[in-house]
């Protein structure tokens, strides 16, 4: 909370310093940074931080079913398997674990089944459960999974590296953005006071910096690959 906090104000200070900046008046900037704020807390930094939340999940799901699937070819017990899998965790996983920490092997494999909330988790639970009741060689069971979550982990770091560049063109496009205003503010120098106080100027100005934040809301959702309108059924809540 206080990192998005923190974040959201730099936002609002950026958008308010442009604004004052660019406008003949006290209260527009503050309004501009008021709304600035909200957007951004309410919206751009939270659809980034699940952006992140979203891959570190998908990273550590992948780890804890190849180290598992592993672990158990290897040593044929589940506890070890389990052990050896758990370590790959983040802290997010880790506290998940241990809140399952007096269950059997089994029930704890399946209750991090609503904390990974992957297909791929599932169909582990599948195989697994398979395997306990069949014997076998599980790794044999599990290659088809494997080879899966190593094309689904593959094209995974290839999509997030497209993410990666498209934000510093992002960030580079409005930096640029910022010294076009800054560059237009003294370039009026003695005339700004007399341009600033028309109302088709002010407008443009105001326009202008609604245009961009609503551009930040957009392009985070775009990054986070939700839209903007999030429709429900009926029956959900």
């Known amino acids: 909370m206080l990192k998005r906090v923190f974040i959201s104000l730099i936002a609002a200070a950026v958008f308010g310093i442009?604004?004052?900046?660019?406008?003949?008046?006290?209260?527009?900037?503050?309004?501009?940074?008021?709304?600035?704020?909200?957007?951004?807390?309410?919206?751009?930094?939270?659809?980034?931080?699940?952006?992140?939340?979203?891959?570190?999940?998908?990273?550590?799901?992948?780890?804890?079913?190849?180290?598992?699937?592993?672990?158990?070819?290897?040593?044929?017990?589940?506890?070890?398997?389990?052990?050896?899998?758990?370590?790959?965790?983040?802290?997010?996983?880790?506290?998940?674990?241990?809140?399952?920490?007096?269950?059997?092997?089994?029930?704890?494999?399946?209750?991090?089944?609503?904390?990974?909330?992957?297909?791929?988790?599932?169909?582990?639970?599948?195989?697994f459960k398979l395997q306990v009741d069949q014997g076998g060689s599980f790794i044999e069971k599990a290659m088809p999974l494997l080879e899966e979550m190593n094309q689904a982990y593959d094209d995974y770091n290839q999509k997030e590296k497209e993410k990666g560049k498209q934000i510093g063109q992002w960030v580079s496009l409005w930096l640029m953005s910022a010294l076009i205003v800054i560059f237009v503010r003294f370039s009026l120098n003695n005339n700004f006071a007399s341009v600033s106080s028309s109302l088709p100027y002010t407008a443009v100005a105001v326009a202008y910096f609604m245009l961009a934040i609503a551009g930040f809301i957009l392009f985070a959702r775009r990054i986070s690959e939700r839209p903007l309108f999030e429709r429900k059924l009926p029956c959900e809540k």
């Open 18 to 127: 442009l604004s004052y900046l660019l406008l003949n008046s006290i209260y527009l900037p503050l309004a501009i940074a008021l709304v600035s704020f909200l957007a951004f807390f309410f919206l751009v930094v939270p659809a980034f931080f699940e952006w992140r939340k979203k891959g570190a999940k998908f990273v550590e799901g992948y780890r804890f079913v190849n180290a598992f699937i592993v672990s158990y070819a290897v040593s044929n017990s589940a506890a070890e398997a389990y052990s050896a899998a758990a370590s790959s965790l983040g802290e997010e996983g880790k506290e998940a674990a241990e809140a399952l920490a007096s269950r059997d092997v089994q029930e704890r494999i399946d209750g991090l089944e609503s904390y990974f909330d992957a297909p791929y988790y599932r169909m582990f639970l599948s195989l």
